[in-house]
């Protein structure tokens, strides 16, 4: 066989296995087997993602008062899924009374009341509350604040009684939305409400519409542990400061950043970010609505809130909203970092904003979890108290204590401890063995 068959020969199986090698690559489908992971993805909810008002001006919880049976939820779905089938009621009449006599819900032939309990945070604006309800009105709103509303279910109409704080003054709405309509969502949602308790702690609060309500016996709850990560602050400082070009001081992680029209704060170890508009007045405008409105549309479109957040407060006087962090509908508190964001509005802008920037990205599956007390012994304990005085508490609810891990680890991990938190003299306090912290 000469040398010019055997390279033919050759050639020809080269070809050959090139064809075939060919083919068992087109054709391969890889076998991939399921990989066991200790990290779930939560929800995302990123900054950007556009926020509905109506998401954030939400009560903490509802309570359904039918005479002696009490049922509560603090469920999303409930508390603001059933105002989405009432919009476009009309309200024929609103007044405000400097007196609690006027809080008189309907009676049936029997005697018994039945109302719905909408429980707020902190006092917020009565205009406020019928805007995001959508319902309409041809007059006036009034200048009133309101921390919770008693919607009367008996009459054949439903009134609302908006109450303030203070426990001293009372707004009457008429509408004309019918009474056995809600009713009828309430049962629709029923599956999600648990039973409630009243509690007394003064004299103000001795009533079954005046008295702090709570979940009877949470029981035990799970501990959540979430990964995290901190937001970059030049990212922050390029969409505050714009095109001002600004010069960076820092020192014992206090981070200093200056402009010609802006200032900016660091701290790097609890992880709040602070920033002022050096060409606005602190003074605002005296709409309480508007104001919190323009801070909404603010923080929306600077990377600020999602939807876990709530307005948890207003201070009319500072024209100052302030968002709370939320897990699975319960307030999010922290003894480590800010859990709130903080926006006051000048004449023009907004003249102050304070945040933190760590945010919660990842959950990490845990079995750990923590009893919680009945709600009357978390009121007896304090009553025992001797550094306490139960008439200065004016709410109850249960919340997560977030707090960062402390294993010994490579990532970034936040604990979500379920926890009482007693409002006492104006301020939230964790329950603890029996005091308040």
Known sequence: MNKETIKSIALFLLVISSLVLTLMVWSYEPEFSEVETDVERTANIGPGEPVPFTSVMRAYQLVWVNDMDVQGTIEEEAVVGIREYIDGTEITDINVYNSLSRLSPGTDEDGDEEFLIVDYASDMPTKSLFKVLDFEYEGDYPDYSYNRIIVDLVDEHVTFFLINEDLDRVAVA????????LK???????????????????????????AIYGPT?????????????????????????????YTMEGEEGIHVYEGEDNI???????????????????????????????????????????????????????NQSIYRSSMNGHFVFSDEVTTTISVKHGEHAVYEYTRPLIRVNAQVPGEESRELPPIEN????????????????????????????????????????????????????????????
Request: net charge negative; glycine share 4%; no cysteine.
């Open 264 to 318: 900016a704060t660091y701290n790097s170890e609890t992880y709040t970010y602070s920033y002022n508009n050096l060409d606005e007045s602190p003074t605002g405008g005296s709409n309480p609505h508007q104001t919190i409105q323009r801070g909404f549309y603010f923080l929306t479109s600077h990377i600020g809130i999602d939807q876990r957040h709530i307005l948890f407060d207003y201070i009319t006087d500072e």
């Open 378 to 437: 978390v009121r007896y304990e304090i009553a025992l108290n001797d550094n306490h005085d139960l008439q200065n508490v004016t709410k109850i609810t249960v919340g997560y204590n977030m707090t960062f891990s402390t294993e010994e680890s490579e990532i970034n991990v936040v604990r979500y401890t379920p926890s009482w938190y007693v409002k006492y003299d104006g301020e939230w306090m964790r329950f603890d063995e029996g005091s308040l912290s």
């Open 184 to 210: 009828s969502l309430l049962e629709d949602h029923s599956d999600l409400f648990e039973e409630y308790s009243a509690v007394i702690t003064n004299q103000q609060t001795s009533n079954n519409k005046t």
């Open 174 to 181: 008429a509408t004309d939305l019918e009474s056995d309509y």
């Open 217 to 245: 016996s949470p029981g035990e709850m799970p501990v959540e542990t979430f990964l995290y990560n901190v937001v970059s602050v030049e990212a922050i400082n390029n969409v505050l400061f714009m095109d001002d070009d």
